[in-house]
């Protein structure tokens, strides 16, 4: 069953479009999560959801029902923020108990859907604190708590992790995750910046880009299949290494030569007409491994040196391609700057884009 069906869903500010077309399905109790810089839309989008924002033109439906003109109090949704935006004078329990009590729910009901969720999220022993005594992660979790007791068809998130530091982050992450898994009925779209939380997070992620949809799939589909250089270049850290190239052979395998030598067959179908057209190859940081001199896909001068622990990053200067290569090695590794180092790629997870920047693995489905 769809949870949530958005049909050529545009928003305009006076004549400035902003969001263009937006065609997207998302099922009961999928997690999805939106990405994209900032400016992309995807706050928009989540607003024009809530019925925080007005549908300039296209039709919405939450559980076939729709909702183009419908207030947002009446909608099934809820909605956790950025901000926390709890009462400072109500204990945590009140702050969670507070939206039912406007409704006119009965005590008894109030008590017991209070309580479920501050057993799912672990609140139980805060119930008679204020916010002020809470850490930033607790905060987090009252406003969460208090959308679950709502009992919504859709939960919306926007950047709930925002304001949180690196450990509590983790932390949150998880109750989360592990909130998706003990309301599996509930519809949940989640927004942020940050991939670590889409990649981990998401049945499925949308990629925006200035008011539009690049792509839409599996964390692990858009990793090792991107439709096109944006979503290469966005999912993955580092990002992926572009290199631009000209297509010397075509058919079931493509041959490519880069202005700093590199001429390389790519396991990869292309069209007869491709050859001697510009081409741009991408292969991700942790794709590199070290090779001899002879057997190197690239070599160039190392220009700066991460040592991270787990992993070493190596910025590397290659003659004739304009911006640095980044190659991610597993473990520790005695680099220098102005060394000489030669690098190779697996050719099955290397990537080759047509000159519009669309994945040549996707023109050939």
């Known amino acids: 069953m769809t949870g949530l069906s958005l049909k050529n869903i545009k928003k305009a500010y006076g004549k400035t479009e902003v969001i263009h077309g937006v065609d997207l399905d998302i099922e009961q109790g999928e997690f999805v999560v939106f990405v994209g810089p900032s400016g992309c839309g995807k706050s928009t989008l989540l607003r024009m959801i809530a019925g925080l924002e007005d549908i300039t033109s296209g039709d919405m439906f939450i559980e076939s029902a729709q909702v183009n003109d419908m207030p947002a109090a009446m909608r099934g949704i809820a909605m956790v923020f950025q901000t926390y935006a709890l009462y400072p004078h109500m204990t945590v329990y009140d702050n969670m108990a507070f939206a039912m009590r406007i409704a006119k729910q009965d005590k008894e009901t109030i008590h017991e859907r209070v309580m479920d969720a501050a057993r799912m999220l672990q609140l139980e022993p805060y119930l008679d604190r204020l916010p002020k005594a809470l850490s930033g992660g607790q905060r987090q979790r009252v406003a969460i708590g208090r959308a679950i007791v709502r009992q919504p068809k859709v939960f919306l998130f926007d950047e709930p992790l925002s304001n949180l530091d690196a450990a509590l982050r983790v932390q949150t992450r998880i109750e989360i995750a592990n909130l998706n898994e003990q309301l599996p009925q509930t519809t949940m779209i989640y927004v942020t910046h940050d991939q670590v939380e889409a990649m981990t997070l998401a049945d499925r992620i949308v990629v925006l880009s200035a008011g539009i949809i690049e792509q ?91 040592s991270l622990g787990e992993v070493t990053l190596l910025h590397i200067n290659v003659e004739g391609v304009e911006q640095a290569i980044i190659a991610k090695l597993p473990g520790i590794y005695d680099f220098h700057k102005g060394e000489t180092i030669h690098l190779t790629a697996d050719l099955e997870k290397v990537h080759l884009f047509d000159e519009k920047g669309i994945s040549l693995k996707h023109l050939a489905k």
Request: aromatic share 6%.
């Open 216 to 306: 839409v799939g599996t964390p692990l589909e858009l990793y090792t299949s991107p439709a096109n250089v944006f979503v290469a270049q966005f999912i993955g850290s580092p990002s992926m290494n572009i290199v631009s190239c000209q297509c010397l052979k075509s058919g079931d395998t493509t041959q490519v030569k880069a202005p700093s030598g590199l001429d390389v067959t790519i396991p990869i179908q292309s069209q007869t007409g491709m050859i001697g057209q510009p081409l741009s190859l991408g292969v991700r940081p942790e794709d590199y491994q070290l090779a001899g001199e002879q057997s190197a896909m690239i070599s160039g001068e190392v220009m700066f040196v991460e």
